[in-house]
């Protein structure tokens, strides 16, 4: 499965347009994780925890938009968006979304 | 008493601890950036040689940055008056500058040599007390191009 933000894939050609897929998934922050974060805000620097717990959050949403583009058929997700909101006072949606299409060529 | 003690030494510790990180940081970002300048980065939808590049996979990086008490306290007091938030304006451009560099990275990895339709999103993960800024999100995102095959 090909995921790329572009809408053209060079050297590959799109076949079949297969419309909109999309993954979202609401995470809430961890009570200990948020005290430490509660110190950093004093001291300053990088959240590595909120860091990684971003990153699998949106990895977890991209699978969920991959399994559906698969059910549909796709071998690519095109035109791929990010968009983050909050949705909650601790917790945030993280919503992916591009169109899946079949591209022609081996590799992919 | 004591309120004015503890805010004395939280002041201290942020500006202390703060400016130290920020200079840190700032060393390794100009260090990182001379590393991976041969990656070029660009914000147009398509590659203006696309017969001679292959690949096409997504990439991204992101941080989470959070502020100090220290720059917290100085941006109130701004805030009275207006004007520029220089003690913001550097915490957001070190959160972009390590987003892009921590994407770049990734290319790298993947053996691509510039970036495609690179997009920012900057959210707000938790506020800090008053509705000041605690921590903010940076994402960066992108299609990778290059002598290679997409997964």
């Known amino acids: ?108 | 008493m004591w309120e004015i003690a503890i805010v004395v030494v939280l002041l201290c510790l942020g500006y202390g601890f703060g400016s130290y990180r920020e200079k840190k940081h700032y060393q390794s970002i100009y260090a990182r950036e001379a590393e991976l300048k041969n990656i070029l980065v660009f914000d147009t939808a398509r590659s203006p040689a696309p017969e001679s590049e292959t690949g096409g996979q997504l990439v991204l990086g992101n941080v989470v940055i959070s502020s100090d008490y220290f720059k917290t306290f100085v941006a109130g007091l701004r805030m009275l008056v207006g004007g520029r938030l220089t003690s913001y304006e550097s915490l957001l451009d070190r959160g972009r500058r390590e987003a892009v560099l921590r994407m770049k990275a990734e290319a790298r990895e993947l053996g691509a040599d510039s970036i495609f339709n690179v997009k920012f999103e900057t959210s707000s993960i938790s506020k800090g007390g008053n509705d000041t800024l605690g921590s903010i999100e940076v994402l960066v995102y992108g299609t990778a191009l290059g002598n290679f095959q997409a997964a």
Do not use: C, W
């Open chain 1, 1 to 108: 499965m090909l995921i790329s933000n572009m809408e053209v894939i060079p050297q590959k050609r799109i076949i079949k347009h297969l419309g909109l897929v999309q993954g979202s998934t609401v995470r809430a922050k961890h009570v200990g994780k948020d005290i430490l974060a509660g110190f950093k805000n004093i001291l300053g620097g990088e959240l590595t925890a909120y860091t990684e717990l971003m990153s699998e959050a949106r990895e977890e949403a991209t699978q969920r938009m991959i399994a559906q583009a698969e059910s549909a058929g796709a071998n690519a997700v095109l035109n791929v968006r990010f968009a983050t909101s909050s949705v909650a006072q601790g917790a945030a949606e993280l919503f992916v979304y591009g169109t899946a299409v079949v591209l022609d060529g081996a590799s992919v």
